[in-house]
């Protein structure tokens, strides 16, 4: 079997003192041991046994245990219901064929070996008797009386090289060793007083897992199901865990055919090709964290059981991905009852409101009831459960993290990020967390440095523009800007991406009957009235609204620009009036005091709220559609693209259709897209968002008041 033999503690009950070896054990385990030898020389091979039994429940599958010398005694503890995964042997020992006969193939079985002579024995066994070779001592220890001579670094570097097989280095180990010994090519550091006598064994372990690590990407596995948009499952997993500085790997569980607007359905491939997935990535690769997201039904989740139950990675964090956004239940009762077997297995969950309401069997009734129920499943499981309180309603989205069985609790406030682009944020944040423990943070740390990430990306994600729906967190902002990226558009970019974003719009305008018929001639008088009536009530409060963005410019060029248009408005709204909407032609009194109707009113609340937010630049997007559709239709019209008929002279509404083809407006549309195009180009992220929206909700608007006239308004 692939055993992480990173940081492998052997006992010594003498060492370990007052503390005791149990609790020894536990503290180093928590921070970071991997693999654990209980080696007690004096015991009885009864004593062995029950201290087995308590260890395997100290660690409760969070690190390796096996036995020193004592084959009989793993066999027995085995019998008791203990967690024995194998055994160290000596040369003089019980025989390693033996051991592996009675323990099974995923067993881990250890030989010592130093000499040329002890290779080749090892070459000479069945592949598949000995996992990894234990060399040293490499300075001598008091620690080992009967040690043999020391091997050194530069010893046990020929040893290493010469081994088929994975070697721990052992003997007078510390802590100053760590990168020595990793270069020359340990698999791991096997240490008993480094650790057995330390203060604080877990401090102590935490160093050496970091020195171990330093300067090396962690290898971070996610099994989850697979989102083809890039922005939740593996994909976001893959993505969150590079950001993080890990080397990420994905089993999948699942495809989904899903966007930023929902899922359209779900295809679970056969258990069996997952487990050879799982297993392809785990014999080969060590692993340094797992991180579990969406697991489809109950044979999937007992399938990842199995396979955890073998490779027990160091670093489980549990997504545990059961309650959609919508609140549906996206795991049948059969699979919720077998995930409640794969909490055991994890040492982080980061479950939603909503999935901590059903791990917790009850539903939190506010924020500090939430907490009470983590506390009670993290007890519960034996693992730390970090709240997410982003569906809070509020303008805070605190977190907390709860840790029952070491007592302990952190709780992390920060205001809620108005955004739309949260699709994959838990699969995103879950990924960070197990990529920063397997680097070596403590748990607290890591949730502190993981947050900070996500709302930067989360800040950052409606800039990548992606999708109509909810869209993704943009997972390397952070990367981009301090690499120096700059993925602001230029003005140019934003002009060609901002008409191309309207285009369902433009298109959906050509195709208005009152479009078409006004080009073809056939528009029937009283809804083409109706319609100038409109735009005269529209022309009065957009000369208001222009007059607004004149007051916010900042350069009297663009402060002018403004001014002008207000002037150009208030003069085309006074032309209406005097050259269409009088009573010679055929215009009654009703008409000329026509009321806005419903187009007129959505339209101008639209832009009033945006002219009286007091934002310079998300209000020139809000008027820029007018200027930019209008000149865009009237030189289509000009051009006969909608028929010849609508550049001749005998066309009923000629002189109307000249006025759309005006040159002096057709150059005030190309500043005004200038301006904004630049201010967009200028702005952050998240302005440059607002100000599209507005854009794209005036354009929105226009479609709909060049609608009005043929549905049905009648002249009022
Ligand atoms: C990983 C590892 N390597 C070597 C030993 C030594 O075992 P011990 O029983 O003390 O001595 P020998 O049997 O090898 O002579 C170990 N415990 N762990
Ligand atoms: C069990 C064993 N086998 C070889 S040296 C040794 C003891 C190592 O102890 P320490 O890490 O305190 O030097
Ligand atoms: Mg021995």
């Known amino acids: 079997m692939n055993a992480d033999l990173s940081l492998y503690l052997v006992t010594d009950p003498a060492l370990c003192g007052a503390r005791g070896v149990v609790e020894t054990v536990r503290q180093a385990v928590d921070g970071g041991v991997r693999i654990v030898q209980l080696r007690d020389k004096a015991a009885t091979d009864a004593e062995i046994v029950d201290q087995l039994v308590d260890l395997s429940h100290a660690i409760d599958g969070r690190a390796l245990l096996v036995v020193n010398d004592r084959l009989d005694a793993a066999i027995a503890a085995r019998e008791r219901g203990a967690r024995v995964d194998g055994v160290h042997l000596g040369q003089g020992d019980a025989s390693v064929l033996r051991a592996r006969e009675a323990l099974g193939p995923d067993a881990v079985i250890g030989l010592t070996a130093n000499s040329p002579a002890h290779l080749e024995a090892v070459l000479a066994l069945p592949p598949g008797t000995v996992d990894h070779l234990g060399v040293g001592v490499i300075r001598p220890t008091l620690t080992k009386p009967d040690h043999p001579p020391a091997l050194g670094i530069e010893g046990f570097r020929a040893f290493a090289a010469a081994s088929p097989l994975p070697c721990v280095a052992i003997g007078g180990v510390g802590i100053d060793d760590t990168e020595a010994l990793r270069e020359a090519g340990a698999a791991g550091l096997a240490v008993v007083s480094a650790l057995c006598a330390a203060d604080d064994p877990r ?64 295809h679970v491939p056969p258990t069996d090709f997952l487990q050879a997935q799982l297993e392809a990535v785990s014999d080969d690769i060590t692993l340094d964290a797992v991180k579990i997201g969406m697991l489809a039904d109950a044979e999937v989740i007992r399938t990842v059981v199995a396979w955890l139950d073998v490779v027990r990675p160091p670093v489980v964090v549990l997504d545990p991905v059961m309650v959609a956004t919508s609140g549906d239940r996206l795991l049948d009762p059969e699979a919720e009852g077998e995930l409640r077997r794969l909490l055991r297995h994890a040492d982080l969950i980061t479950p939603n409101l909503a999935e901590l309401a059903v791990l917790a069997g009850r539903v939190p009734t506010d924020w500090p009831d939430a907490l009470a129920a983590a506390e009670e499943l993290s007890a519960d499981v034996g693992a730390m459960v970090l709240v997410k309180g982003g569906h809070l309603p509020g303008d805070e989205a605190p977190d907390a993290l709860i840790d029952a069985p070491r007592g302990r609790r952190q709780e992390f406030a920060g205001a809620r990020i108005t955004t739309r ?274 854009f794209e909700v005036s354009s929105a608007h226009e479609l709909a008041f060049f609608a009005a006239p043929l549905e049905g308004h009648p002249v009022v």
Not at 224 to 236: K, L
């Open 203 to 266: 401090r102590e372990a935490a160093q050496f897992r970091r020195r171990w690590h330093a300067g090396a990407a962690p290898r971070i596995l996610s099994i989850a199901g697979s989102d083809p948009s890039g922005g939740a499952g593996i994909q976001a997993d893959l993505k969150s865990i590079a950001a993080n500085g890990g080397y990420g790997m994905a089993v999948i569980t699942a495809l989904t055919a899903q966007n930023t607007e929902g899922v359209r359905g779900v």
């Open 421 to 694: 682009n949260t699709h994959g944020t838990g699969c995103s944040l879950s990924s960070a967390l197990a990529t920063r423990l397997a680097k070596g943070e403590d748990a607290p740390t890591a949730v502190a440095g993981a947050r900070a990430w996500l709302r930067e990306s989360l800040r950052e994600g409606e800039a990548l523009r992606v999708g109509r729906g909810q869209g993704p967190i943009s997972h390397f902002a952070g990367l981009w800007a301090r690499g120096g990226l700059d993925t602001r558009p230029t003005a140019a970019v934003v002009e060609a991406d901002w008409w191309r974003q309207i285009s369902a719009t433009r298109t959906a305008i050509d195709e208005l009957p009152f479009i078409r018929a006004l080009a073809d001639g056939t528009l029937a008088r009283e809804p083409f009235l109706f319609y100038l009536a409109q735009d005269a009530l529209y022309l009065r409060d957009y000369a208001r609204v222009l007059a607004e963005a004149a007051r916010l410019a900042s350069t009297s060029e663009e402060q002018a620009f403004w001014a002008n248009s207000a002037h150009g408005s208030i003069v085309g709204e006074l032309e209406l009036h005097a050259a269409w909407l009088t009573p010679s032609q055929g215009v009654g009194a009703a008409t000329f005091s026509a009321r806005p109707a419903p187009a007129t009113t959505a339209y101008l609340d639209h832009l009033r709220s945006v002219a009286f937010g007091g934002d310079y630049e998300e209000l020139i997007a809000a008027v820029l559609p007018c200027f930019w559709l209008y000149t865009d239709l009237g030189r289509r019209l000009h051009a006969g693209e909608f028929g010849a008929y609508a550049r001749d002279p005998r066309h009923p509404y000629a002189s109307w259709l000249a006025t759309y083809a005006d040159a002096a407006f057709e150059e005030a549309t190309r500043r005004a897209i200038e301006f904004v195009a630049t201010a967009a180009a200028a702005a952050e992220p998240e302005k440059r968002g607002r100000m599209l929206r507005a």
